[in-house]
């Protein structure tokens, strides 16, 4: 089985930083798509950021310049540096991977546990 355990979340003011991190353990072969998804209360999850192994890098609009996703393959984490944060981004954040554990088999996602990041004053 894979397991994703997050870190980094917390409470911090508007304008403030955090970097979540997420690493992947387990029986691992290779892991391809890494991602960021949040979920405030009374809204759907949203798909923030999203990382192919090879580094190529895609956001949704409301956190594109703010911020960044990155991977180390070497450590299976993924991490999510948030600048500039706003009240808005309050949500819980899950981290996601896409891992198949053969050449030839299924690929699988996998959920982290949920970090809750909390923007206020």
């Known amino acids: 089985q894979v397991q994703l355990v997050e870190s980094g979340g917390g409470l911090v003011q508007p304008g403030g930083s955090l970097r979540l991190s997420c690493a992947a353990s387990?029986?691992?072969?290779?892991?391809?798509?890494m991602g960021w998804y949040r979920q405030a209360p009374g809204k759907q999850r949203e798909l923030v950021a999203a990382?192919?192994?090879?580094?190529?890098?895609n956001y949704t609009d409301s956190v594109k310049g703010r911020f960044t996703i990155s991977r180390d393959n070497a450590k299976n984490t993924v991490y999510l540096q948030m600048n500039s944060l706003k009240v808005e981004d309050t949500a819980v954040y899950y981290c996601?991977?896409?891992?198949?554990?053969?050449?030839?088999?299924?690929?699988?996602?996998?959920w982290g546990q949920g970090t809750q990041v909390t923007v206020s004053s």
């Open positions: 996601n991977a896409d891992h198949s554990a053969s050449l030839s088999g299924t690929t699988r996602t996998f």
């Open positions: 387990g029986r691992l072969f290779r892991i391809y798509n």
């Open positions: 990382i192919t192994r090879g580094g190529t890098a």
